[in-house]
């Protein structure tokens, strides 16, 4: 996959790591036109301050630019909606800090309708010959739409009615994997190649669109948890900010400002 592969670039052997991240860039500087013309996918590398110092094109146009260069230097924070920048900046400096790898993070990004949308993210640190980290990559895959010509469509559709129809409670995989018919190995296998998400992911995706709905009303934030299948509210918040950068009540400030 895509993300694999740039991710192998990205990472490398001790024996042929950078000694800076200007001299790394030298490198990756030459693939830029072909990452240009992914449309759906924002490709970006960052020093360690969580500043752009490369993006692809579909990353500057997200970001409501028309070239690279005014977006070089300046953070998530800096560029993205306030419901949406300061998370992932926060996130870039736990992987800077900590050295943290994400991958298949289910969380909201800008389409190129400048609308929010499920993403799957990656994100890399970068070290030098020396084992220090130096920088970041990362990727932002946009969430593409069922794959209905899949043989094994029509039974995972009835698996994800049964989602949307019981988030709000406890959905285990024996009871999925009884309504497809199919093995769990099955139902993960073709979860991944139909709705390009685990069966958990879909769940997960139900009740954070059903929570970002909920706090924008006046509920109190305990009974969003609970309307969205949540009984451990700290499960609830930390799911909600891995997925937005805040927690529900940061949201619904911002949501309110």
């Given amino acids: 996959m895509m993300q694999s592969a740039f991710a192998t670039l990205c990472q490398g052997n001790e024996a042929n790591r950078p000694h800076t991240l200007k001299q790394l860039l030298a490198g990756v500087v030459q693939l830029l036109p072909m990452l240009d013309v992914i449309p759906n996918a924002a490709i970006f590398i960052k020093d360690t301050q969580a500043r752009y110092v490369l993006a692809n094109l579909t990353l500057v146009q997200r970001c409501g630019l028309k070239y690279l260069q005014p977006l ?10 306030a419901q949406l920048g300061p998370g992932y900046t926060e996130q870039d400096r736990r992987v800077l800090e900590q050295g943290l790898v994400l ?6 990004h800008l389409y190129g309708t400048r609308e929010p949308g499920w993403c799957l993210t990656h994100k890399w640190p970068l070290y030098n010959h020396s084992g220090a980290i130096i920088g970041l990559a990362g990727i932002s895959v946009d969430l593409q739409t069922a794959s209905e010509s899949h043989p094994a469509y029509p039974r995972l559709a009835a698996v994800d009615a049964h989602i949307r129809a019981h988030f709000n409670r ?43 709905r909920l706090l924008q009303t006046g509920m109190p934030i305990t009974e969003v948890a ?20 805040f927690t529900p009540r940061q949201y619904r400030d911002t949501c309110n400002a």
């Fill in 72 to 81: 070089l230097g300046k953070t998530s924070a800096e560029v993205f909606p």
């Fill in 103 to 108: 991958q298949d993070q289910l969380e909201l």
């Fill in 170 to 212: 406890r959905v285990t995989l024996g009871e999925l994997t009884h309504i497809a018919g199919i093995s769990v190995a099955q139902l993960e296998r073709y979860c991944k190649r139909v709705f390009h998400l685990t069966p958990r992911q879909m769940i997960q995706k139900v009740r954070l669109e059903q929570a970002h």
């Fill in 226 to 245: 609970l309307q969205c299948g949540y009984t451990d509210h700290s499960a609830f918040s930390r799911q909600f900010k891995a997925s937005t950068g």
